[in-house]
């Protein structure tokens, strides 16, 4: 491992961070779909979407390392994430890594341009931490295959154009052998999408409902009733890089945080006086130090292996309870104000958000299963 930019990932880290400075709109000022949709073009055409990409997928040709530093800058600088994340860190990479020649010339460009927006079409009700129970079914009918079935917690399936969607196509087979990977067109007939309203009054997720839809098989990605491994693939991007954003995310709710903790009330005195909220402010940052460390060190094994590291399931763990306790922390010292929440602070939105963080992207459950099995080598649970 080494914890210090190379001259040319310093200089590249200054050609962004100025880039920024001039161009990116506060994230409070892109909230629309049309507002982030067009901040991807922009991005895109300064050349700073698909850092790690190949240059003939129409990437940067840079290194993981400098992917890694365009997610922490981005996310230092308070600018919106590009909005087809998905498609970029997930679906894209997978496609460049077992796709056709024909997928890759029909979906990278689009990706990346933002004029295709994914979404993950994976949990199911009842099967969301158990991924190979799932119950959607794709039956072949000539040259295509006609699915049926529901899908939850899908990320932008209210603005996709298409989704990478699981789906059963032999029941008879094992758990994880007869499961096949679909790039779904979701303006497909059949295809239902229904926003889940959350605790904290946000859209972000949504069921898709799937009713007889046709698939043409030329949109299966891999081999029929091979879909497992590459949706293991995909998972493994998910995290990727990733760790860097939310390695930066933490520490700047960790900075807020101590400014709320160190401000004085009306009676002069400051919470951070209080030895208990200190012992816990340290801690904390010793919590997301240690989550830098990881996402180093998981970024050391995957340039050395080529493979996204097993260790990044650290990197999602560490940061979904991290934030989880921050947030908790701001709102009690915020006290009885905590429950006037209409313009007075963020931090309970905050909290309220941050409930869904050990769920999303890996329950903390299945993430410590993850690392038990692949990062220190513990026999398997069951």
């Known amino acids: 491992m080494r914890f210090r930019d190379t001259p040319a990932e310093a200089a590249f880290r200054s050609?962004?961070?100025?880039?920024?400075?001039?161009?990116?709109?506060a994230e409070k000022d892109?909230?629309?779909f049309e507002q982030q949709h067009e901040w991807q073009r922009v991005l895109a055409a300064a050349g700073w979407v698909g850092v790690a990409w190949p240059v003939e997928h129409g990437g940067r040709g840079a290194s993981l390392i400098e992917q890694a530093i365009f997610n922490e800058e981005i996310t230092r600088a308070r600018a919106p994430q590009p909005i087809n994340a998905i498609g970029l860190g997930m679906v894209g990479p997978t496609i460049m890594a077992v796709g056709t020649r024909e997928q890759k010339d029909r979906y990278?460009?689009?990706?990346l341009a933002a004029d295709e927006i994914w979404c993950q079409g994976?949990?199911?009700p009842g099967s969301g931490s158990d991924l190979g129970s799932l119950?959607?079914?794709a039956a072949a009918d000539g040259d295509d295959f006609v699915v049926n079935g529901q899908k939850v917690w899908t990320s932008f399936g209210n603005v996709a154009d298409r989704c990478a969607l699981l789906a059963r196509t032999d029941p008879e087979a094992g758990k994880y052998q007869g499961i096949t990977y679909f790039l779904l067109d979701m303006h497909t007939p059949g295809v239902e999408v229904r926003p889940l309203r959350q605790l904290n009054g946000d859209a972000e997720f949504c069921e898709i409902f799937l009713?007889?839809?046709?698939i043409p098989r030329e949109n299966i990605l891999g081999e029929i009733n091979g879909g497992w491994k590459v949706a293991m693939t995909t998972l493994m991007h998910e995290r990727g890089t990733f760790g860097f954003t939310l390695v930066t995310d933490a520490r700047i709710k960790l900075q807020e945080l101590v400014a709320l903790a160190t401000a004085e009330g009306r009676d002069g005195s400051r919470p951070v006086d209080d030895p208990v909220v200190r012992q816990r402010l340290a801690q904390l940052y010793v919590d997301v130090e240690t989550m830098w460390l990881n996402a180093v060190r998981g970024l050391s094994a995957t340039m050395k292996t080529g493979i996204?590291?097993?260790e990044a399931s650290l990197s999602k763990l560490g940061w979904s309870e991290t934030t989880q306790r921050i947030a908790a922390l701001a709102v009690e010292i915020l006290g009885p104000a905590a429950l006037v929440t209409s313009g007075l602070s963020p931090?309970?939105?905050?909290?309220l958000r941050s409930l869904a963080h050990t769920i999303e992207a890996g329950t903390s459950e299945v993430l410590r299963n993850s690392i038990a099995e692949r990062v220190l080598g513990l026999p398997r649970y069951k």
Do not use: G, H, Y
């Open 108 to 111: 990278l460009q689009k990706i």
């Open 15 to 25: 050609e962004l961070r100025t880039w920024l400075a001039r161009n990116a709109p």
């Open 135 to 137: 119950r959607t079914r």
């Open 308 to 310: 996204p590291s097993p």
């Open 122 to 124: 994976f949990s199911e």
């Open 30 to 32: 892109c909230v629309t």
């Open 211 to 214: 009713t007889d839809v046709r």
């Open 347 to 351: 931090w309970p939105q905050v909290q």
